[in-house]
């Protein structure tokens, strides 16, 4: 089983949708949470940063844990063709600084 | 703030000589680099952990004399595929933690594409 699983999609929405996108992960010792979404033969950049169960808001983007499940999500509203990208979750522990990334889930934003 | 730059971004090389890939901090100083391959449609997978001044750790399978891995100062690591062979190619990336920030921050590079003919 691998550590973290993430639909790879690939998903297609209509401009101005609400996405939500999703991982979830076997580990309970995971910590933190992050958010990367990532443009065709680009590095990842960072999206959304979280530690603790809950939702977490910055603008259009919404990420929100839940550690008793073991699943973590990340929602855009209002959702614009430049949105489309690959995005990738990723998990740490709290000592230690190597990432877990999921498959990553392509989306596609049909204007 | 917090650039991490890659170079080269795209190389083409022959199979069997070597390519050298430099990681560079621009606005910051790095306690820890680190190298990641991506193959299509596939996550990052961690191939090594790199700390100025000491030797790299690599994850399990990684061959260390094929994929050397250089951390000479706070701002620049190198990684240099050795011999390189065609199931080599593949996109190449790094990221970097910043002295004193937190270690859960990477600041990744845009990526090196490597081609093996």
């Known amino acids: 089983q691998k550590e973290v699983e993430q639909d790879p999609g690939p998903l297609s929405v209509p401009e101005g949708a609400i996405v939500s996108l999703n991982c979830t992960y076997s580990n309970s010792a995971f910590q933190y949470f992050m958010w990367y979404r990532q443009y065709s033969r680009k590095g990842p950049e960072l999206l959304m940063y979280t530690y603790s169960s809950g939702n977490k808001e910055d603008g259009r983007f919404t990420a929100q844990v839940d550690k008793s499940s073991k699943y973590i999500s990340l929602f855009i509203r209002d959702s614009q063709p430049s949105d489309s990208a690959t995005y990738l979750c990723a998990m740490s522990y709290a000592s230690g600084n190597q990432f877990y990334f999921g498959t990553g889930t392509s989306l596609t934003v049909i204007p | 703030g917090a650039v991490v730059s890659q170079h080269p971004s795209r190389v083409i090389c022959k199979s069997g000589t070597s390519v050298k890939i430099e990681c560079r901090s621009l606005?910051?100083?790095?306690?820890?680099m680190f190298w990641y391959r991506q193959f299509p449609k596939q996550s990052l997978m961690l191939m090594a952990t790199s700390n100025e001044g000491s030797k790299a750790t690599y994850e399990q399978g990684v061959e260390k004399d094929k994929f050397l891995i250089n951390h000479a100062s706070l701002t620049l690591s190198t990684l240099t595929v050795t011999s390189a062979h065609p199931e080599d190619s593949s996109f190449y990336i790094c990221s970097a933690t910043s002295v004193g920030g937190s270690y859960n921050e990477q600041f990744f590079g845009p990526g090196t594409r490597l081609t093996v003919l």
């Open positions: 606005d910051f100083q790095a306690t820890t």
